[in-house]
């Protein structure tokens, strides 16, 4: 197992106390725990004691998901600690208890008054719902969030672990503002008793029978005139027709046109036309919304 050298004498004397080459970060995270694998997310920093006397310590860093599983389950320096930390520098002290949070206005969301709380049984969420959110009990301050769109809006329905504010709820929800009291409650529908319409213009196509030669003939130019000779005749005609509410039973196209009460909304072009006719998207009196990738504001019904 061994090798001789060479020979020496005396002894050899006490070494410099070592110096780390990591950069110092300031006052050090709290001591790392064991955990499970949600224990510690992306970001979170933890500190270990390298040396008593004198008393040194670092900080590391947890690594992004998936590796932050491994956060929780491995120490930092042990066998496995490289695959969820990440060393971030040398640290000195304790970080101190931090300030009271000051909560920033996010500017109030454009309608009075809060909407309805974030429902954790909601299974009816769809996209452009709005939705409270408590983030302070005394004094009281609500944030505003709206449900994402498809095929986002399919986690505002997957409760508490996407629920607004949470680690994956912005796969769910957009922060829209904040708001504060509830919402009056809206007054009966009035049925529309005006006259309200718009020019609808419909091209239809029918195979007609042609002249060799012609244009879009399917008989070229000299071939035998003949019943086997057809073209498509593409016709036009337009009239006003009524301007209805929203239906789920209509395929919308480019140019149709509906309405809320008595505001107006008019279909864009393809490709956005498609999402015309779905119910997630169909137009609201709310600015600002999903519905405003489908539909274009068309003015008032007078």
């Known amino acids: 197992a061994w090798t001789v050298a060479g020979h020496c004498s005396g002894s050899i004397g006490p070494t410099s106390a070592p110096v780390s080459?990591?950069?110092?970060?300031?006052?050090?995270?709290?001591e790392w725990e064991r955990g499970s694998n949600v224990k510690y997310e992306e970001g979170d920093m933890v500190s270990l004691t390298?040396?008593?006397?004198?008393?040194?310590?670092?900080a590391y860093v947890c690594k992004a998901w998936p590796m932050s599983g491994y956060c929780g389950q491995f120490r930092p320096t042990e066998y496995g600690g490289d695959q969820g930390w990440k060393l971030a520098g040398s640290c000195e002290g304790s970080v101190g208890p931090t300030a009271s949070p000051v909560f920033v206005s996010l500017g109030d969301y454009g309608t009075p008054g809060c909407p309805?709380?974030?429902?954790?049984?909601?299974?009816?969420?769809?996209?452009?719902d709005l939705v409270s959110f408590a983030v302070s009990a005394?004094?009281?301050?609500n944030l505003v969030y709206r449900c994402r769109t498809f095929p986002n809006s399919g986690y505002c329905n997957q409760g508490v672990g996407f629920m607004p504010g949470a680690k994956?709820?912005?796969?769910?929800?957009?922060?829209?503002?904040?708001?504060?009291?509830?919402?009056a409650p809206t007054s009966s529908p009035v049925a529309y008793g005006g006259t309200c319409e718009?020019?609808?213009?419909?091209t239809?196509?029918?195979r007609v029978s042609c002249i060799p030669g012609e244009s879009g003939c399917s008989c070229t130019a000299g071939y035998p005139a003949g019943p086997s000779c057809k073209k498509d005749l593409d016709t036009t005609t337009c009239s006003d027709v009524p301007v209805n509410t929203w239906s789920s039973s209509v395929d919308y196209v480019e140019g149709d046109v509906v309405r809320v009460a008595t505001k107006r909304f008019v279909?864009?072009?393809?490709?956005?036309?498609f999402w015309c006719r779905l119910k997630n998207y169909k137009p609201e009196l709310e600015p600002n919304n999903v519905w405003n990738q489908a539909w274009d504001e068309d003015g008032m019904c007078t």
């Open 21 to 30: 080459d990591t950069a110092a970060i300031g006052a050090c995270p709290p």
């Open 50 to 58: 390298v040396s008593e006397v004198p008393l040194r310590r670092v």
């Open 116 to 128: 309805e709380p974030w429902n954790v049984g909601g299974t009816s969420y769809e996209a452009g």
């Open 138 to 141: 005394d004094p009281s301050r």
């Open 168 to 183: 994956n709820g912005h796969m769910a929800w957009d922060l829209v503002g904040t708001c504060d009291g509830s919402r």
């Open 198 to 202: 718009y020019n609808k213009c419909v």
């Open 204 to 206: 239809t196509t029918a």
């Open 267 to 273: 279909c864009k072009g393809y490709p956005a036309y």
